[in-house]
């Protein structure tokens, strides 16, 4: 039998960091292991004070080295790390490399002593899997049984117990495994032991229904959905060179057991997948894709062989990230079923090339039809023009009205202007003249585009090749538009794929999923927590701007963030505010300078994000110029086409994009909220306008993964 290499999460992150020449002699040396592991070629070294027995370093050349696990048996050889020799030994002296007995998967961890109690002198490993976590502790309660079965060893149980607070098992959270990791951060929020087995798509069993685990088997460990999210067995020598060119995107090859799940579960009809900033929607949305158009390749059914998969999104930029992103991950074959397009332009695309002539309404367009429109509306006690503003777009477009009885029986809750039978008559012969003014230049707005094409499809529902539909940031569509969506598949299995975060809605638009036809109650809605993205302190602070809002789940009920933790603690964001621009426009260049003289800090891996665009291309953009460092903005662009320099961008433009380091600039008052520019039409009004601009704030300040840094000069932001 051909010897099989393992790759784990942490060796990919360490070979990614190598030298060039460094990288090339890795792959030789792993092609060599699936070649003959016990070739003399192969020079192994035993670590003598390690506190693992199984782990080796075998040389990559005279200054790097790799650790290897030896497996007790088998033919599968473990690579967890590659660094400089004493580097590399001082990584894996600590760690233990075994097959959890009670989960049956393969795990990585450090040895860890307890701290003193104040109850027992030393909590000692015990035997007794009834024994509970003692009162006062973090996890007051919970069996050792149920630690050990959600994946903490045995040795670390003493350390488990005695946690305290949340900062305790920030500290102890490199010790475990991650799975452990996991189900002890969502204990610790405030879920049930069911709820972390379910987030880890595990289900309690009968201990006597269980076959007993072989901890020597690795092959069988490392093929647990657990192991998966952490270790990658190569096959091939083609996936060998596929993963290690994916180092640096380990989101292509590592997935955690609740996203798998979700790519994986075939079912009975649409799903809807919601999380906040960072939980990996997105990663899962084009696994699934990828998946799915695998489907159709593998289908023996004939209507199969021209059957594609649609994956949409709300915006134009967003639709080119996730198409530069699937080239990366898919095959050329599941490439040809895949089409990408954000759903205004697939709709006027659709239109045009069924003949339907129109032009696009400009802003000039539509000042002449409210022009028009105005002049109709009653000159006295009527209302405002921003009201009749409003109303169009947060009613009549928004709810897809096109006719005075649709506009008779829409629901304007949330309003904050009531309105009666006679008021509404008089206000929507206002609406219609706009309606009639648009027709009369021969132009249409988006979400009228995107109504006719649903009428174009519902005309010839077989039309369309789409056996499966895939929307990213669902919660910006409109009702329009999720009826779009409805219209473009035949209801059935997989058909729709739905993820969004109504956190992280920055247009405006609030739709309900069951209103528009598509059905997802059940266990077809699922909830990602865990944020991969963004450091535990930057999440905090991001969380924090939103605290007192309520949120939407995307249906007609409410979500909400509890649960949602990040992995890694990190430092907390920096707020600095100055007299003047030229103070903070000083900071800011010697931090950036700073940044850029670390070790591993590209300048495309910094970000200067801004609410507005004028005050790139005025100041800060010259500014950085200036000082010799080199900029771009990032516009309708895919990121990864610019050149190379330090990224500056809006806070839309941030939207589908992460950057190691992030400075928030000129979070000034009037700029974070934008100052509106007209007056309110109402208290709701101005209340749903500062909640958009609350959660833009949030969407930026997750792009950051390792480091945040907020600016002000002159009156700050009273958000700060």
């Not at 409109?478 to 109504?502: E, H, I, Q």
Request: hydrophobic share 35%.
């Amino acid at each position: 039998m051909t010897p099989k290499v393992a790759l784990s999460a942490d060796f990919l992150r360490a070979f990614s960091k190598l030298p060039k020449a460094q990288q090339k002699k890795v792959r030789t040396l792993t092609e060599k292991f699936r070649a003959d592991p016990k070739q003399a070629a192969i020079n192994y070294e035993k670590i003598h004070d390690v506190v693992d027995e199984k782990v080796r370093t075998v040389r990559v050349d005279k200054t790097y080295r790799a650790v290897v696990i030896h497996p007790p048996k088998g033919d599968v050889y473990l690579f967890v790390w590659v660094d400089h020799h004493d580097e590399a030994m001082d990584w894996a002296r600590k760690r233990r490399f075994e097959v959890n007995p009670a989960s049956g998967a393969f795990q990585v961890y450090q040895e860890h002593e307890a701290p003193p109690s104040d109850e027992q002198p030393v909590l000692a490993p015990t035997t007794d899997t009834q024994e509970r976590v003692p009162k006062g502790r973090l996890l007051e309660g919970i069996s050792h049984e149920d630690l050990l079965f959600l994946g903490v060893p045995e040795s670390l149980l003493p350390s488990v117990r005695a946690l305290r607070t949340e900062f305790d098992l920030d500290d102890l959270a490199d010790y475990l495994p991650p799975e452990a990791s996991d189900a002890l951060y969502a204990l610790a929020s405030g879920s049930s032991v069911e709820e972390a087995l379910e987030e880890a798509t595990r289900e309690r069993q009968p201990q006597q229904e269980l076959p007993p685990v072989d901890v020597e088997d690795f092959a069988a460990a490392l093929e647990t959905s657990v192991a998966k999210q952490s270790f990658k067995v190569v096959e091939t020598e083609s996936e060998l060179d596929e993963v290690l060119g994916a180092s640096l995107e380990l989101w292509r090859v590592f997935l955690h057991p609740s996203q798998q799940s979700l790519v994986e579960k075939p079912t009975k009809g649409s799903v809807r997948v919601l999380g906040g900033a960072g939980t990996g929607k997105t990663v899962v949305l084009m696994h699934r894709a990828r998946q799915l158009a695998q489907r159709l390749i593998d289908s023996p059914d004939p209507e199969a062989a021209d059957a594609r998969v649609l994956v949409t999104t709300f915006t134009r930029n967003l639709a080119h990230d996730l198409r530069r992103n699937l080239r990366n991950l898919c095959t050329a074959a599941q490439l040809e079923r895949i089409e990408v397009d954000n759903l205004n332009r697939w709709a006027h695309h659709f239109l045009k090339t069924h003949g339907v002539k129109f032009k696009l309404a400009k802003t000039h367009h539509q000042e002449r039809a409210w022009e028009a429109a105005l002049s109709a509306a009653p000159p006295k006690g009527g209302y405002s023009e921003a009201f009749y503003r409003e109303e169009w777009n947060k009613v009549v477009q928004a709810a897809d009205v096109v006719c005075w009885e649709d506009y008779r029986d829409v629901s304007r809750r949330g309003r904050g202007v009531p309105l009666g039978r006679k008021q509404r008559k008089a206000v929507w012969a206002v609406l219609e003249a706009y309606r009639r003014s648009l027709d009369d230049q021969s132009v249409r707005e988006f979400p009228d585009v995107v109504r006719e094409a649903r009428m174009l499809v519902k005309q010839n529902p077989k039309s369309l090749p789409y056996a499966h539909v895939l929307a990213d940031e669902t919660q910006d569509f409109r009702t329009s538009d999720l009826r779009l969506l409805r219209s473009l598949v035949p209801k059935g299995p997989d058909d729709l794929f739905l993820v969004g975060d109504a956190h992280q809605r920055i247009y405006g638009h609030r739709a309900s999923l069951t209103s528009c036809g598509i059905n997802i109650r059940g266990r077809r809605s699922r909830r990602l927590k865990v944020n991969y993205r963004t450091t535990d302190k930057i999440c905090r602070w991001a969380v924090a701007r939103l605290e007192g809002l309520e949120f939407d789940d995307l249906d007609e009920g409410l979500d909400s963030l509890k649960g949602y933790r990040s992995l890694r603690a990190g430092q907390p964001p920096r707020i600095e505010s100055f007299k003047s621009d030229a103070q903070e426009g000083a900071f800011i260049v010697d931090l950036i300078q700073t940044w850029l003289e670390e070790r591993g800090v590209e300048p495309q891996d910094i970000c200067l994000a801004l609410r507005r665009g004028d005050p790139i291309k005025d100041r800060y953009l010259p500014l950085l110029k200036q000082a010799g460092i080199k900029a771009v903005q990032i516009k309708r662009e895919s990121d990864e086409d610019l050149p190379k320099g330090v990224r500056l961008a809006t806070f839309h433009r941030l939207k589908g994009l992460e950057f190691k380091r992030i400075v928030i600039a000129a979070a000034n008052d009037g700029e974070i909220p934008l100052r509106h520019p007209t007056p309110f039409a109402s208290e709701k009004s101005r209340k749903d306008y500062e909640q958009g601009e609350r959660c833009l704030l949030y969407v930026a300040s997750t792009r950051a993964r390792d480091r945040l840094v907020v600016t002000s000069y002159g009156k700050k932001s009273f958000w700060l």
